[in-house]
């Protein structure tokens, strides 16, 4: 995305992993601990604030499977044009296929990214899963199988240790990242496949 009016891009954290692996809770933290200005953005936020049809979905007038993936199109294309504008973004995300991960890293491949793998055991994931109650049953399983597989990280934590731990690690890994990141390492595997 090209920058015509010279404002120096913002920084971007993406926390991907499975559905109820605790991103949403370490954005908040990591946003309340860093000394620069972080926007979260996530797809939860179109949910909470009831930004979709949501009663028609369910009742069947709109077709979900055939909404989602113009819907994450746009997703994936926010970012960079949130970060291209001069904001910092903390983009939590469940990057789900191959697809979605190639889409992400073009859109992103000039600006200063850090990827960051949130892990979580399948029964702890489970048991948040039923504990929340907002989401399907198996979803987490299914993101547990997938999420992980297809992604390089520049740093990875588990949400099952301490909040404050994973947010202090994950804040002097960001300040200490080195090169080639993971988005630098992602970008190579891409162009060897082509």
């Known amino acids: 995305m090209k920058n015509t009016l010279n404002i120096s891009p913002g920084k971007i954290i993406i926390l991907n992993g ?6 949403t809770t370490l954005a908040l933290a990591l946003q309340k601990q860093l000394e620069i200005p972080f926007i979260r953005f996530s797809f939860d936020l179109f949910l909470d604030h009831k930004a ?20 994450f199109r746009g997703i994936h294309q926010c970012i960079p044009a949130l970060a291209t504008a001069g904001n910092n973004i903390i983009f939590d995300h469940i990057i789900e296929t191959k697809t979605w991960l190639q889409e992400l890293v073009s859109l992103v491949s ?43 990280y520049d740093l ?34 891409i162009k060897v496949q082509e």
């Open 18 to 23: 499975p559905s109820s692996s605790g991103k």
């Open 52 to 71: 979709l049809p949501s009663e028609q979905i369910k009742n069947g007038t709109f077709s979900w499977d055939a909404m989602r993936p113009s819907l």
């Open 110 to 152: 000039e600006l200063d990214v850090f990827f960051v793998g949130l892990h979580c055991s399948l029964p702890e994931l489970e048991r948040r899963e039923i504990q929340r109650g907002d989401r399907r049953r198996g979803e987490a399983q299914l993101d547990f199988q997938t999420v992980h597989r297809i992604t390089s």
């Open 156 to 189: 990875e934590l588990n949400s099952e240790n301490p909040l404050e731990e994973n947010v202090n690690l994950l804040i002097q890994a960001w300040e200490e990242r080195k090169h080639p990141s993971a988005l630098d390492r992602m970008i190579q595997e």
